[in-house]
């Protein structure tokens, strides 16, 4: 396993910035997670220093080896640097809890970062596929080639009456999670999106927020996935979350189109400019500031305003404006308000600005 | 766009019925007529319980004694012999120790996974089995509920015959020597 050494490419965009694949104007990325536990061990939560540091090592070695074209590099997290786990975790590679837990763990990350196994997360193994843009079926069938690789070397935790055994009885079953992050400024601003909120749950389908459980959602950025992992096949899972998706990036796009006509128009445009002016102008931007106005930059420019600007900027915007990543820029530990300064001039830089 | 009930209201609520994976049908109502149907709790409460509500549920257990969903009285006491959580542990944290805790823990398992997932058994892919896209996975649902149906009626003999063909499913390769 590797140390804490920089890698080349850390600051590439990863998979779920690549702004790419179906209806990216609006999902920007599908996520398909899939929980398992090695039999003859107890799970992560109830496993002694030792036993857990075994079994990171031995999964480490094992997901080293897989015998796939996309090799995948383990990161021992324990002897990493804080910031450097909290920028897998501003990536979405490991969780906010993968990132501060103090137990033996790691990461098996391939180059594109289309694939993130954490290990000795809540669960032995957390297999995380990364699309962009709205690729639920082809997230999967990825996800099950992992899937079945894996389980060709290890013996998973398994009942027939129940399924993959999980930590919490709220995976149990398929072990799966699919979720795709949705980017909704129209239903936001319409006032729609307790709605579709409403209606996701209603199909027993969860919304969270841009990191996921418990997080808010910042940005307009939301995420819907399953929350029913047994009695549903993976297949109808993937039903689920798909006619859900579909229907709220139609509702979304019914409701955008909606905002730029009229007397809506005006009032659009001008908070649009706004969100625009601030980000060329501001010398302090928080991360709150940041991402709101970055959110509604990015809807005008899909809706044909602001030439200069191209999706890429904007998403990389979106991602070095992170805590982590600013710091990792900048070579040094900041605080918050240094922070904002320095994310200020970096979203003026990256939006091309003259201002400086 | 008016309440498809009353014909009066503006319709504020969407009620999408899901049926297999496709969109059933649809319904535009007002808060007072989606209320009256039982659409929605007055305040927009989730009606079903999402994971993060999941230890709080777990809490209200221990604390309340809960609503069908406390521990059952032979499990009070109860420790899981395979990693040691007991039962108590488990309704404090939300999560088990190890596999073996879903046979200790099995019977206040069973009305918690029914609210959680409105299900109790699974329904999917089993090790050994390839990737199954549509359908394919009913067959072995079916002989998992015979083999449980077997053992509850106690004909151990079907349900050793039940038990092979499941194997014989999940396991289509065993006999080689293994790769573990």
């Known amino acids: 396993m590797s140390g804490s050494e920089d890698r080349p490419g850390d600051l590439e965009l990863g998979e779920w910035l690549r702004g790419t694949g179906p209806a990216q104007d609006i999902a920007i990325c599908t996520r398909v997670r899939l929980a398992r536990n090695v039999q003859g061990y107890s799970f992560s939560s109830c496993l002694g220093e030792l036993e857990a540091q075994e079994l990171t090592t031995f999964l480490g070695n094992e997901l080293s080896n897989l015998p796939t074209d996309d090799a995948l590099a383990v990161t021992d997290l324990l002897n990493l640097r804080d910031l450097d786990r909290e920028m897998l975790m501003e990536r979405h590679l490991i969780s906010r809890d993968h990132a501060t837990n103090k137990h033996p763990r790691g990461v098996a990350v391939n180059a594109g970062e289309s694939i993130a196994v954490m290990i000795n997360e809540e669960d032995h193994i957390r297999a995380q596929i990364f699309l962009s843009g709205f690729q639920v079926q082809e997230g999967f069938e990825v996800a099950a080639r992992l899937d079945n690789t894996l389980m060709e070397k290890l013996p998973m935790a398994f009942s027939e009456e129940f399924g993959f055994l999980t930590t919490c009885p709220t995976n149990t079953g398929t072990g799966l999670r699919v979720s795709v992050m949705l980017h909704l400024p129209g239903l936001v601003w319409a006032e729609e999106i307790e709605k579709a909120t409403n209606t996701a749950q209603k199909i027993h389908l969860a919304v969270r927020g841009l990191y996921g459980e418990g997080s808010r959602a910042l940005g307009d950025f939301y995420q819907v996935s399953n929350q029913v992992t047994l009695g549903r096949s993976e297949s109808q899972i993937l039903q689920d979350v798909s006619a859900a998706v579909t229907r709220i990036v139609e509702w979304e796009r019914e409701v955008r189109e909606a905002l730029m006509k009229g007397r809506a128009r005006l009032r659009t445009l001008d908070k649009l400019h706004r969100a625009m002016g601030t980000l060329e102008r501001a010398h302090i931007l928080t991360s709150e500031e940041s991402l709101t106005c970055l959110s509604a930059v990015r809807f005008g420019v899909q809706q044909g305003l602001f030439d200069s600007l191209n999706m890429q900027q904007l998403n990389r915007a979106l991602l070095l404006s992170q805590p982590a990543h600013l710091q990792r820029l900048s070579n040094e530990t900041l605080g918050p308000e240094d922070r904002d300064e320095r994310r200020a001039k970096l979203v003026r830089e990256l939006l091309g600005s003259r201002l400086n | ?180």
Do not use: W
């Open chain 2, 1 to 180: 766009m008016q309440c498809s009930v009353c014909h009066k209201l503006q319709a504020t609520i969407h009620v999408l019925d899901l049926i297999d994976g496709e969109f059933a049908e649809e319904q535009n109502l007002c808060p007072n007529c989606a209320e009256g149907a039982g659409m929605v709790h007055p305040k927009a409460t989730p009606l079903k319980i999402s994971p993060e509500m999941l230890e709080d549920l777990l809490g209200t257990m221990q604390s309340s004694g809960g609503e069908g969903v406390s521990p059952h009285p032979s499990e009070l006491e109860e420790s899981c012999p395979a990693c040691g959580l007991t039962s108590s542990q488990f309704r404090s944290r939300g999560r088990l120790g190890c596999p073996r805790c879903y046979d200790t823990f099995r019977r206040s398992l069973l009305p918690l996974l029914e609210r959680v997932h409105d299900a109790t058994s699974h329904k999917g892919r089993c090790p050994g089995t390839t990737t199954q896209l549509s359908g394919g996975d009913d067959k072995l649902t079916e002989l998992r509920h015979s083999l449980r149906d077997a053992i509850t009626a106690e004909n151990y003999e079907l349900a050793a015959q039940l038990r092979d063909k499941i194997r014989s499913v999940t396991h289509p390769t065993e006999g080689r020597e293994s790769q573990n």
